[in-house]
């Protein structure tokens, strides 16, 4: 018979509770969430792996083994393909729904331990805020073929992946429950109870909520593989950048922050306007989520490489070629140069130290051939960015009329966000606020039970 074991023992602390303490068990589909539940709470409860989730209501049970009573939630699997948005209602509701001592996330053990961990941390995702409520179960113990010496290894492999877990438990079906059900407690016991809050964004951003259909599988699988071709190329190009070019490479790299944005959204409008039709309306919206707040993290990844080797930072507010203002009597957009501070004249000179005029950011072009991103010098300049109210004649000039650089108002984030055309998370949150999107959302979620059924 195996063993439990836990990575850092903990004893049982008598606690006076007007309820009994409470966990949630969650984790992908077939992992032993509601096997381990039925053999601690005596119920027999539909189990197994299947295409989706064979959990489709939350089931909430007091434990009758142990030393202590406690009591269980069951949830469906945070990785079905099925009724996937349902069944990601239903654990932000078996979340919010009562006062929770811990967390526990089962993971099912594979010899290859990278795999626990991949599997760890997309099961995590949902309750990411809270980490220091989680306990993981790792079950299936018994297919290790050296449980003891592969325990510790495990243990290093999972807390690299997510360091503030509150502890691991290793178990086995074949081991004693009772056991099993006096660690669980032991940890629950040093954890206050808490009423968990998750907002719509976070449930947008951190739960799965679309669904792939088979047809459509082969498909979405294309387009990931596509948008990772995507980041290779330009990361390529940004190391040749960096070895090979001797001038303009903060305006090579800046253009090719933008463009990558660009090209991401092209391959998302292509995925969209192919298959939108074919989905259904809550499909559709939870899938258009999905899809462009992983492009935000996919443009941030690729931000974050590119930034370190440029001459001065994007987003450092104090550098001035960041400092970015628009002439009060013409409308015409300037980056700040040396000097500027006091009285000027719009458009009096061009900087000697930074030549980061809005013509320069687009002298650029890029490029796919044969599978691989260039770049080529364009001969023609773009003209200087400006307003609609700005005369044709000032365009790429100025009006040469007085002004005092310090005196003129910071543009506001719309305006800036329109000149560099970086994708945030604000054009994600904009498809969660969509009235069609509501109303679907609404309607669906009307008909889901979230009552707790034991």
Not at 401 to 414: M, V, Y
Request: aromatic letters at 10%; charged letters at 25%; hydrophobic letters at 35%.
């Amino acid at each position: 018979m195996f063993e439990p074991l836990i990575k850092n023992p903990v004893d049982a602390r008598y606690r006076r509770y007007s309820n009994r303490p409470c966990g949630i068990l969650i984790g992908q589909t077939g992992v032993g969430k509601t096997t381990l539940k039925n053999r601690l709470c005596n119920t027999n409860h539909l189990a197994g792996a299947s295409e989706g989730s064979v959990t489709h209501q939350l089931m909430k049970n007091d434990v009758s083994v142990g030393t202590n009573s406690f009591s269980l939630i069951d949830t469906p699997g945070t990785d079905s393909n099925t009724d996937t948005f349902k069944h990601a209602h239903l654990l932000r509701a078996g979340l919010t729904a009562t006062e929770l001592n811990t967390l526990f996330i089962v993971v099912k053990y594979e010899n290859k331990y990278f795999k626990m961990v991949d599997n760890y941390l997309q099961a995590q995702q949902p309750v990411v805020n809270f980490i220091r409520k989680i306990v993981i179960l790792v079950s299936h113990m018994d297919h290790a073929g050296d449980p003891g010496a592969e325990f510790p290894i495990i243990c290093q492999a999972l807390m690299e992946g997510s360091p503030q877990v509150a502890n691991i438990v290793f178990f086995s079906d074949r081991g004693d429950p009772n056991a099993v059900a006096d660690l669980m407690y032991a940890c629950m016991s040093n954890m206050e109870p808490q009423w968990l809050a998750i907002s719509e964004e976070d449930f947008h951003y951190n739960f799965t909520l679309y669904q792939v259909r088979i047809n459509m599988r082969k498909s979405f699988e294309l387009y990931k593989k596509q948008v990772e071709a995507f980041l290779g190329g330009y990361s390529r190009l940004r190391d040749r950048v960096e070895k090979e070019l001797d001038e303009d490479k903060d305006e090579l790299f800046h253009v090719m922050i933008v463009q990558f944005k660009y090209d991401l959204d092209d391959l998302y409008d292509e995925f969209v306007g192919k298959h939108g039709a074919a989905m259904g309306e809550m499909d559709y919206y939870a899938l258009c989520i999905e899809m462009q707040r992983e492009n935000v993290k996919i443009c941030d990844r690729f931000v974050n490489s590119v930034t370190p080797l440029m001459t001065y930072n994007l987003f450092d507010n104090t550098d001035p070629r960041n400092l970015i203002k628009a002439c009060p009597f013409c409308g015409l957009v300037w980056w700040k140069t040396e000097g500027c501070d006091g009285v000027t004249t719009c458009g009096n000179r061009v900087s000697t130290r930074f030549d980061f005029r809005p013509r320069a950011m687009f002298r650029y072009a890029l490029k796919w051939i044969n599978g691989e991103l260039v770049h080529s010098k364009k001969a023609v300049a773009r003209p200087s960015v400006g307003t609609a109210q700005a005369p044709q004649s000032a365009v790429g000039k100025g009006c040469g009329r007085s002004i005092t650089w310090s005196e003129i108002p910071k543009l506001n984030d719309e305006v800036l966000y329109k000149i560099f055309e970086v994708k945030t998370m604000d054009e994600v949150k904009s498809i969660m606020q969509n009235d069609g999107y509501k109303k679907a959302r609404d309607s669906y979620v009307s008909s889901i039970d979230t009552t707790f059924h034991s």
